[in-house]
């Protein structure tokens, strides 16, 4: 029998935004872990993560819960910085070509 660990393993999202998918559309963890392994699998999926937890933050702070906003700030950074396409600006980076240093490629 699989648990909700392993669902949560197999959605390729950490506890906390699988969490925060469940909190924004309202379903149990499960359902979100699912919901979570189908979207980051599909072209545009990361930024309908990336929205349901900006949302997600807008409520928090709507209904004065800092605590909880400030967490799902750093489930956003974590989510970003895992899933770069998400982010203009980091997508941008993502085309740049490699560098070459004296016939080599360079590392930053």
Not at 68 to 89: D, N, S, Y
Request: with cysteine; net charge negative.
């Amino acid at each position: 029998m699989l648990t909700l660990e392993d669902c949560i393993e197999m959605s390729d999202l950490t506890e906390e935004e699988v969490l925060a998918i469940a909190e924004h559309e309202h379903i149990p963890a499960i359902a979100a872990a699912a919901m979570a392994h189908y979207l980051v699998h599909r072209p545009d999926g990361e930024m309908c993560v990336k929205a349901m937890i900006k949302d997600d933050i807008r409520d928090a702070l709507a209904r004065g819960d800092k605590v909880h906003a400030l967490t799902l700030k750093l489930v956003m950074r974590h989510f970003i910085g895992m899933h770069p396409r998400c982010e203009q600006r980091l997508r941008a980076l993502m085309h740049t070509p490699e560098r070459r240093q004296g016939g080599r490629a360079g590392k930053c």
